[in-house]
């Protein structure tokens, strides 16, 4: 069974820095592709960047672009989000997702139950 767990979420200033983690108990990692989502209170949920399986290629949303960067390490089973001048607007519990294929499709099978991200102005 395929466990996503995300961690590095908290509280930081505007203009701040996270680093978000997202570990994957399963065994077919290496080859997924793998995003990353949110979710702010009262809104729907969000893409922010997916990667595919060899980190060779990556998406952004508009809102993420030049300002978030997703890398994974497949030796450790592992996708990052790092996010960089944050604004408020960024607040909202961030979700990993894996998908059922190496590249990149817009569709994701599994999701970790997410990390809460507050940027206060």
């Known amino acids: 069974q395929v466990q996503l767990v995300e961690s590095g979420g908290g509280l930081v200033q505007a203009g701040g820095s996270l680093r978000l983690s997202c570990a994957d108990s399963g065994r077919t990692f290496s080859s997924s592709a793998m995003g990353w989502f949110r979710q702010a209170p009262g809104k729907e949920r969000e893409f922010v960047a997916a990667i595919n399986s060899s980190g060779g290629r990556t998406y952004y949303a508009n809102s993420a672009k030049g300002r978030f960067t997703i890398s994974r390490d497949n030796a450790k089973n592992t996708v990052y989000l790092q996010m960089s001048s944050l604004k408020p607007e960024d607040t909202a519990v961030y979700s990993c997702?894996?998908?059922?294929?190496?590249?990149?499709?817009?569709?994701?099978?599994?999701w970790g139950q997410g990390t809460q991200v507050t940027v206060s102005s």
């Open positions: 997702a894996k998908a059922r294929t190496s590249y990149y499709t817009g569709s994701f099978a599994s």
